[in-house]
């Protein structure tokens, strides 16, 4: 009974969608518009393979790369930084504080910090990593914090029984226990942000999204498809290589 | 006298007692046991001494001091002086033996030397050294979660022998060990206290054990010290009087190391 | 430092290795980057992103600009649930052919279907890769250019990526349940089609729906991105104030994607946990 009112409403949403947004199917599928699109994807068929297009996309793709790499290897420091007060090491207001920072930093999207970072640093790839930073440290913070506050805290107290402080306790007893954890989580992040990071430039913070951006803007359909090429081998290469990461680091 | 305490309680927050009215004295040089059933409050006594809980009741003095009158950075160097050794030892699954070993000398090593140590481990030799003594040296780079209770238990003592307090608590240190194992190490423990001439107190639930390697024989049941005898003038009577009725021994199990779980991404 | 004989560490070399890998990657990995936190301090920097955050409070709320505001949300929501139907549509006849829970061939061969049927399937698996591995946003760009501004894109771009996603999840989701009843119905003669419904989608079905939610939720936040590509909703109308300065404006934009993303992720804990 109340299944059948869930599997209602549903349908209810769905087609309540379909009339908010008013999509004239007909239209968009019609013979006119099917073939303005066929013509428009035809200009992908063809991609531009020429030596000096080539070399563009290779140094926009190492800097994506570098973008998503920094960008992630920043966010894990950041976020580890912040994990510490947010699993209640710091004390009770530190605590608050650090989770809310965490939280406002997650809910912004990566791009909407882009196009933020872009007016406070300019154009340019670094306002992509330092973008990337912001958003995935608040991910991954909380998810150091919920690491930190499930792992047993016996090892960290016997150094501190045998005299060692603090940051040796940390480093000896608990780092250890959640590091493999860390770096799973780290390397979860990377394969998300190669795809953003190659899509950041779309709002002006380099990579390859700016190349598609302009291309697209300019009608060179032959040079985006090659930019679209390269964005899927890299996010695959990403994929194979941070899954060899993590069999090679976590599982063993 | 090293350890001091004169009418020593301890109640934990949930209000039940663990100990009450401990008086005790043990001089420089003296091998102790603590013998009786589980449950007595043989841990909660050792964890009283290791500083790793503030006594209730009593005063507690401990290698000429009172550790909870001296500031957190003192009390921290009194801490290095004392070695503490776990029934389980709590180390790291992923920590090899050799770092699990230096471990012990942290209070005495520097920040920057400690966090070397972390990537290279810088005494090599001295990690080797302390494990020989433990028949243990074959396991140096193995990782800890590939080691047996009763070689965690080795590692544990390692660790202390290479910290070289000068008041070493342990707590259950052969429980894992099959007797030979278990008679052997705690010669080790007893040539390394007569060696360098410092205090030794084990608790044990082997009393054959205790009366085999230590002079000196307390009796803890119910949380009070019931006698505090020479080995030799211990009797079957005190015996049969402090483990009347004991219940089956509640075997330890090691908490499960966690796994790192899946994160669906957005 | 590395002592010789037994005492060597073995883990010393493959360490030094590392670090040393790492260090030989950072380097042109900061340059290419261009890292550079100072720029955020500069002065004339400072002062505008200053004046921008500052005019965040108050947040815009006059009676016009929320009009706008609920519109645009209500278009986000509506561009996440007709993609989603969308995706579905090409979702669930793509995992049926990529699955191998439906093989026939694989009926006499201990499970593994012959190379033929594995022949059949790569295609629609490859497929679905293309679909999810091109992020939505530039799927939603490429629309915004053939099919014009405004949410037809945004719902064409979830549709396609998430039909990726998706279909390659419920393969797994049928390959990971009981085979037996399926493979009993095929072996009795039935249709593919009805060993699926009935074999494999009441055990599947939970499994299914649960994630289905749960990309219903991401495709939310989703939706709200690909506006600033010019695909309708949220996101294009807070690209148009950060372009204005509009401080006010984007704060309570902003606000209300949180509202949103927060509403979104309580609704599809709710509807996991009645459906699991």
């Given amino acids: 009974m109340s299944n059948a009112l869930l599997l209602l409403g549903l349908l209810a949403a769905v087609t309540a969608s379909f009339a908010w947004l008013e999509i004239d199917f007909g239209a968009l599928f019609g013979a006119d518009s099917l073939r303005q699109m066929g013509d428009y994807a035809s200009g992908f068929l063809s991609p531009d393979f020429s030596p000096a297009h080539l070399l563009a996309i290779g140094r926009g793709a190492l800097e994506t790369l570098a973008m998503s790499a920094i960008g992630t290897l920043l966010a894990a420091l950041l976020g580890l930084l912040l994990a510490l007060p947010a699993s209640g090491r710091c004390g009770l207001p530190a605590n608050a504080a650090a989770r809310l920072l965490l939280n406002a930093l997650r809910a912004i999207p990566e791009l909407v910090w882009a196009a933020l970072m872009v007016l406070a640093a300019g154009l340019g790839p670094n306002a992509g990593t330092l973008a990337l930073a912001l958003h995935t440290a608040g991910v991954l913070g909380r998810l150091f914090a919920e690491a930190l506050e499930n792992i047993p805290g016996e090892p960290a107290e016997a150094v501190r029984l045998a005299g060692g402080g603090r940051v040796a306790a940390f480093c000896y007893g608990t780092l250890p226990g959640v590091w493999p954890q860390l770096l799973a989580y780290t390397l979860y992040r990377w394969e998300n942000n190669i795809r953003m990071a190659s899509v950041l430039g779309f709002v002006g913070a380099g990579g390859l999204g700016q190349m598609l951006y302009l291309s697209l803007s300019l009608f060179q359909e032959a040079q985006a498809a090659t930019v679209i090429l390269a964005m899927l081998s890299l996010v695959l290469g990403v994929d194979a290589l941070s899954g060899w990461g993590r069999h090679r680091w976590v599982w063993n | ?266 | 430092m590395l002592t010789r004989g037994p005492l060597r560490d073995p883990a010393a070399l493959p360490r030094l290795s590392l670090s040393l890998l790492a260090l030989f990657l950072l380097w042109p990995g900061l340059s290419l980057s261009e890292l550079d936190l100072g720029v955020l301090l500069q002065g004339d920097n400072t002062a505008t992103m200053g004046q921008f955050v500052a005019a965040f409070w108050p947040p815009e709320h006059g009676r016009e600009f929320l009009e706008l505001l609920g519109r645009a949300t209500l278009e986000t929501l509506a561009i996440a649930t007709a993609g989603m139907s969308l995706a579905l549509l090409i979702a669930l006849p793509a995992s049926l052919l990529a699955s191998r829970a439906l093989s026939l061939s694989a009926l006499h061969r201990g499970g593994r279907p012959a190379w033929w049927g594995a022949l059949l399937r790569w295609p629609v698996r490859i497929f679905l890769i293309v679909l999810r591995s091109v992020p939505e946003i530039v799927w939603a760009l490429l629309f915004v250019r053939a099919v014009g501004l405004g949410p037809s894109a945004g719902v064409l771009a979830i549709a396609i990526t998430y039909a990726g996603m998706l279909g390659k999840v419920y393969a797994e989701i049928f390959e990971s349940v009981d085979p037996r009843p399926a493979r009993a119905l095929l072996g009795s003669g039935s249709p593919r089609l009805v060993a699926f419904l009935y074999g494999i989608l009441p055990n599947a079905a939970a499994e299914m729906l649960s994630y289905t939610v749960y990309r219903w939720e991401c495709a939310i936040r989703a939706s709200v991105v690909m506006g600033f590509v010019g695909a309708g909703g949220l996101g294009q109308q807070i690209d148009l104030s950060m372009r204005m300065f509009a401080g006010g404006e984007v704060a309570s934009m902003l606000l209300t994607f949180l509202l949103l993303v927060l509403l979104a992720d309580q609704l599809s804990r709710l509807l996991r946990g009645r459906l699991a």
């Fill in chain 2, 1 to 266: 006298m090293i350890l001091k305490l004169s009418g020593v309680g301890l109640t934990h927050a949930n209000g039940q007692v663990a100990l009450s009215d401990i008086g005790l004295a043990i001089a420089p040089g003296e091998r102790v046991a603590i013998i009786g059933p589980s449950g007595a409050g043989k841990t909660s006594l050792l964890r009283l001494l290791a500083t790793a809980q503030r006594p209730s009741a009593g005063r507690i003095e401990i290698l000429g001091a009172d550790p909870w009158a001296l500031s957190a950075a003192a009390r921290q160097r009194l801490r290095a002086r004392i070695g503490l050794i776990h029934q389980t030892p709590p180390l790291p699954p992923r920590q090899r033996v050799v770092t699990a070993v230096l471990a012990g000398k942290l209070g005495q090593w520097s920040l920057p030397r400690s966090l070397l140590n972390l990537v290279h481990p810088l005494d090599t030799a001295g990690a080797a050294a302390a494990l020989a003594r433990l028949d243990l040296s074959e396991k140096l780079f193995e990782h800890c979660d590939r080691l047996s209770g009763g070689q965690l238990q080795r590692v544990g003592i390692a660790r202390v022998l290479y910290q070289e307090p000068e008041l070493i608590l342990a707590d259950e240190p052969v429980s894992a060990m099959d007797p030979v194992l278990a008679g052997h190490t705690l010669g080790v423990l007893s040539e390394e206290t007569a060696r360098r001439d410092i205090t030794l107190l084990a608790s044990l639930h082997a009393v054959d054990l205790a009366l085999a390697h230590f002079p000196r024989i307390l009796g803890v049941r119910a949380g009070r010290l019931v006698f505090d005898l020479p080995a030799a003038a211990l009797g079957q009577p005190e015996l049969d009087a402090l483990y009347a009725n004991e219940k089956l021994q509640p075997t330890a199990v090691p908490a499960a190391a966690p796994q790192p779980s899946h994160i669906p991404r957005c």
